[in-house]
């Protein structure tokens, strides 16, 4: 019988001080492990910081991107882009105007930057897009997004 209290004992002894020991380890001396994003935030040669997430890494990029953009002498630009593999495949069709033949244009494209792709072989327009959430943004000469009311009608969908 003793056996069995001196046994019994031991156990919530040692269970106890287990608890006890798991509820204790963060004192005043003791780090807190909470982690902070600046933490993780890295550090580039200059000592800027930079976010490692872009378009480029993040998305999946690849997949046909529609929509009809905006046209000056036109109804509007119908325009289809496959992406896959660094290379392009761009259809256009005017509509409203001419006999609705369809343009097709291949090559390669490059990052430009992060979020930001470039159509090779593209001379007289621009050809600069910018990658989004199943979205590319079609750029204007200069790179930059169109703005104004317009600008809803620039971005091509997944």
């Known amino acids: 019988m003793i056996k069995k209290i001196l046994t019994l004992s031991m ?3 040692l269970l106890w001080s287990c608890n006890n020991t798991t ?21 580039d040669a200059t ?8 378009a480029r890494n993040s998305l999946d ?21 496959e992406l896959k593999d ?22 390669s494209f490059e990052w430009v930057d992060g979020s930001t792709i470039e ?5 007289g327009a621009s050809n600069k897009y910018f990658v989004g959430e199943n ?9 930059n997004k169109v703005t104004g009311e317009l600008a809803d009608h620039y971005i091509l969908k997944k």
């Open 135 to 143: 979205t590319l943004t079609h750029l204007d000469m200069e790179g």
């Open 86 to 107: 660094s290379v392009y495949i761009k259809r256009t069709k005017y509509l409203g105007k001419g006999d609705g033949k369809v343009d097709e244009e291949k090559g």
């Open 23 to 43: 509820n204790t380890s963060k004192d005043a001396n003791s780090a807190d492990t909470t982690d902070t994003l600046e933490e993780y935030v890295p550090i």
């Open 47 to 54: 000592g800027d910081t930079t976010d490692m997430h872009n």
């Open 11 to 13: 156990i919530s002894f």
């Open 119 to 123: 159509l090779e072989g593209i001379e």
């Open 61 to 81: 990029v690849e997949g046909t991107y529609k929509g009809v953009l905006p046209c000056a002498d036109c109804e509007g630009i119908e325009t289809e882009i």
